[in-house]
């Protein structure tokens, strides 16, 4: 079972301002010219115009009215992978009037370690909403706050509200303290399904060996959407022991979605494996009309985006132009959000290509032992 389909998306990001190649290109001319003999490659300046590209996009993104959830994204995603310039927006994102999105505003501005937001921070902490002040206490412990954070195992133990559960387990695993493993053990009996899957993989990153158990049984007898999400956990995670789950997966995963995230997992690691297959499913198209929960442009939104995110966590430069038709391509947010991480990601760990020879060099080891 799959999310099932959200709002329609009745807008597009749109960033592109009028001259900006023009602009790029006549400042390589004028570093040329104050530098007299200096020269300003054409693959460097595609690179820090592409880069720039995908950087609006996901500023547009910070900012689209028309639905929460892209903000969310975009603030997560600016989070991940711009977190200087991403800075402004995570403060203006603290009175969105969206919890999910201050939610995202603050565990971003925690994991950026922003101690100008301090203040602000501390105002979350008596949020409305229970998730966002989680995250509240989140950011505050990260920038040397810790006498709030014991409020997170109250919130993850007893709240009635199951996203304000899910989201205290998956806090305490960001914290990367092993010794909040005790009470996601509890967490892990809880009768929702979410809590318990988030449970177990937040010990699974503090190193709790049963968890990293259940995470591989997840993903070889779970559901589809069990599987998925052990196999991204397996990623992040990077124990070179789940590598052959991951690699079964990609072979003989049962939905696109599983072997998308088996491909994203084994990117991760600094393989390629999955690297034709989500350049393929970038263009995934439907064959049927799906399930009533489950509509074709929800699965077109979906494996383009887990595709995108495949192909940033692969790092193959290959994979730009690509990536950079979806970013232009507008037909919908989250797939443009996607892909313009996608690049940022693969340009930082390239930076400009030269990480190809070494992501290369790392493939045909592991596939000589």
Same mark, same amino acid.
């Given at each position: 079972?799959?999310?099932?389909?959200?709002?329609?998306?009745?807008?597009?990001?749109?960033?592109?301002?009028?001259?900006?190649?023009?602009?790029?290109?006549?400042?390589?001319?004028?570093?040329?010219?104050?530098?007299?003999?200096?020269?300003?490659?054409?693959?460097?300046?595609?690179?820090?115009?592409?880069?720039?590209?995908?950087?609006?996009?996901?500023?547009?993104? %910070?900012?689209?009215?028309?639905?929460?959830?892209?903000?969310?994204?975009?603030?997560?995603?600016?989070?991940?992978?711009?977190?200087?310039?991403?800075?402004?927006?995570?403060?203006?994102?603290?009175?969105?009037?969206?919890?999910?999105?201050?939610?995202?505003?603050?565990?971003?501005?925690?994991?950026?370690?922003?101690?100008?937001?301090?203040?602000?921070?501390?105002?979350?902490?008596?949020?409305? +909403?229970?998730?966002?002040?989680?995250?509240?206490?989140?950011?505050?412990?990260?920038?040397?706050?810790?006498?709030?954070?014991?409020?997170?195992?109250?919130?993850?133990? &007893?709240?009635?509200?199951? &996203?304000?559960?899910?989201?205290?387990?998956?806090?305490?695993?960001?914290?990367?303290?092993?010794?909040?493993?005790?009470?996601?053990?509890?967490?892990?009996?809880? &009768?929702?399904?979410?809590?318990?899957?988030?449970?177990?993989?937040?010990?699974?990153?503090?190193?709790?060996?049963?968890?990293?158990?259940?995470?591989?049984?997840?993903?070889?007898?779970?559901?589809?959407?069990?599987?998925?999400?052990?196999?991204?956990?397996?990623?992040?995670?990077?124990?070179?022991?789940?590598?052959?789950?991951? +690699?079964?997966?990609?072979?003989?995963?049962?939905?696109?979605?599983?072997?998308?995230?088996?491909? &994203?997992?084994?990117?991760?690691?600094?393989?390629?494996?999955?690297?034709?297959?989500?350049?393929? +499913?970038?263009?995934?198209?439907?064959?049927?009309?799906?399930?009533?929960?489950?509509?074709?442009?929800?699965?077109?939104?979906?494996?383009?985006?887990?595709?995108?995110?495949?192909?940033?966590?692969?790092?193959?430069?290959?994979?730009?132009?690509?990536?950079?038709?979806?970013?232009?391509?507008?037909?919908?947010?989250?797939?443009?959000?996607?892909?313009?991480?996608?690049?940022?990601?693969?340009?930082?760990?390239?930076?400009?290509?030269?990480?190809?020879?070494?992501?290369? %060099?790392?493939?045909?080891?592991?596939?000589?032992?």
């Amino acid at each position: 079972m799959w999310p099932k389909h959200g709002q329609p998306w009745p807008g597009r990001l749109t960033w592109r301002g009028r001259g900006s190649s023009e602009v790029i290109f006549a400042a390589g001319v004028l570093l040329v010219v104050l530098t007299g003999c200096q020269q300003v490659s054409l693959e460097r300046v595609h690179e820090i115009e592409l880069r720039e590209e995908a950087l609006r996009g996901l500023k547009a993104g %910070a900012r689209y009215e028309a639905n929460a959830v892209v903000r969310a994204q975009a603030i997560e995603a600016l989070g991940k992978v711009a977190p200087g310039q991403g800075t402004p927006f995570f403060l203006e994102a603290l009175r969105d009037p969206s919890p999910v999105v201050r939610f995202a505003a603050c565990m971003a501005l925690g994991s950026a370690r922003c101690k100008d937001a301090a203040e602000l921070l501390r105002l979350r902490l008596e949020d409305e +909403e229970g998730s966002v002040q989680a995250a509240a206490v989140y950011a505050l412990h990260r920038l040397g706050d810790q006498g709030h954070t014991s409020i997170l195992a109250d919130k993850l133990l &007893r709240d009635p509200d199951v &996203r304000v559960r899910r989201n205290a387990a998956l806090i305490l695993g960001e914290l990367g303290e092993a010794g909040s493993i005790r009470l996601l053990k509890h967490a892990a009996r809880d &009768r929702d399904e979410g809590v318990m899957l988030q449970a177990t993989e937040a010990m699974a990153l503090l190193g709790d060996p049963k968890a990293r158990q259940q995470l591989a049984v997840q993903a070889h007898d779970g559901a589809g959407h069990r599987q998925a999400l052990a196999l991204i956990a397996m990623g992040r995670i990077r124990d070179p022991r789940f590598l052959p789950a991951i +690699e079964y997966r990609l072979k003989e995963g049962p939905y696109p979605e599983t072997r998308l995230a088996a491909a &994203r997992a084994l990117g991760q690691y600094g393989r390629e494996d999955g690297l034709k297959l989500a350049l393929k +499913e970038l263009d995934f198209v439907p064959s049927g009309k799906g399930l009533p929960e489950d509509p074709p442009e929800n699965q077109i939104m979906r494996i383009r985006s887990m595709a995108a995110l495949a192909l940033g966590a692969i790092g193959d430069p290959a994979a730009l132009p690509a990536l950079k038709r979806r970013l232009e391509a507008q037909d919908d947010p989250r797939v443009q959000l996607a892909a313009a991480r996608a690049i940022l990601e693969i340009l930082d760990s390239s930076g400009p290509w030269s990480a190809r020879a070494d992501n290369s %060099a790392r493939t045909a080891a592991h596939r000589r032992r």
